[in-house]
């Protein structure tokens, strides 16, 4: 289905590879099971407005209800999927294409913002109100019950692939906003032609300076890049594995043409660094931000010169 296939991420398609008839087997469907369903057939569908206003009318008493259909349009749609997901536990078939529409439907409550707690609670309450109508046709309560119980097979098949869907598809958004944050607190910043600042902020763990490395290198790449001023004043902290992989970063860069300037080391990662024995020797460190830049186009050839202007001020250029 076009919708499953717009997001194709490998926990969402893991989900949808996933066996079938195992699922299946995991709710113990027999073909009992399916007699009985076919028995409730008729009536599920007689009502079916009545049990789909059951499972929306527990959405709308939450707070949180109250934003998943900012419009009328949204809401027909939502209601519209919902009776043929009822149309469809009664249908007898329950195959690929079955589990390929619970798919659909768990992604598109997930891109509506129902999260699993509240699409549980939702389904809980639809099963009630199928249960309650079962119960309420049956001449004699155990064979009613046994109805029930088979339509709650279905529905237990149907929980597991729409609740994986909605925990995969929210671990999937968290990662990427995860990765976009870590993208975003590592950016490196053309200055001017063949020359990059790399201003590092916060915590540097193992991870943000694998990921630090490969964008610079990435960049050098790009730009063309001749100096990098790495600026670490924001750092407050550096561990052995990150000092080397600093020490890896800088050797990657001079490797692809770069020479690499270090910038607004504090005393304490200094001393951190003297403690861990690095090889203060790899390093070309400068105090400031602004001691570094001016190191970096001299390097590129660049000079500074003060102009005096007509008025008696003065600007650099």
Do not use: C, W
């Amino acid at each position: 289905m076009a919708e499953i296939h717009k997001y194709s991420d490998i926990r969402l398609r893991q989900v949808l590879d996933y066996d079938a008839e195992r699922r299946l087997r995991f709710v113990n469907l027999q073909p009992l099971d399916l007699a009985h369903i076919a028995d409730l057939k008729d009536d599920v569908i007689k009502h079916l407005d009545e049990h789909v206003a059951a499972f929306f009318a527990y959405l709308d008493e939450l707070p949180e209800g109250s934003g998943l259909f900012p419009n009328r349009e949204m809401r027909d749609e939502a209601v519209r999927m919902k009776r043929e997901h009822l149309i469809a536990m009664v249908g007898g078939e329950y195959g690929k294409e079955y589990v390929e529409q619970r798919i659909a439907f768990g992604v598109a409550y997930s891109r509506a913002g129902l999260d699993a707690r509240m699409f549980l609670g939702g389904f809980h309450a639809l099963l009630r109100s199928l249960g309650a109508r079962i119960m309420q046709k049956a001449k004699a309560p155990m064979p009613a019950f046994d109805r029930f119980s088979s339509l709650k097979k279905v529905a237990f098949f149907d929980l597991g692939i729409i609740i994986d869907v909605l925990i995969a598809d929210r671990e999937s958004t968290i990662a990427m906003q995860q990765e976009a944050i870590r993208e975003l607190s590592t950016p490196t910043l053309q200055v001017r032609d063949r020359l990059l600042i790399l201003p590092i902020i916060g915590v540097l763990d193992t991870h943000r300076a694998r990921q630090l490395t490969e964008n610079l290198l990435r960049s050098i790449r790009d730009n063309r890049a001749k100096v990098v001023v790495m600026d670490v004043t924001g750092v407050a902290t550096v561990d052995t594995k990150v000092a080397n992989h600093l020490l890896q970063t800088i050797a990657a860069s001079r490797l692809m043409g770069a020479e690499v300037i270090i910038t607004g080391l504090s005393a304490e990662v200094a001393q951190s660094l003297v403690t861990l024995g690095v090889d203060l020797a790899k390093l070309n460190a400068v105090g400031d931000l602004q001691g570094g830049l001016e190191l970096a186009e001299r390097l590129l050839g660049y000079e500074l010169v003060r102009i005096v202007h007509p008025g008696g001020g003065r600007a650099s250029a």
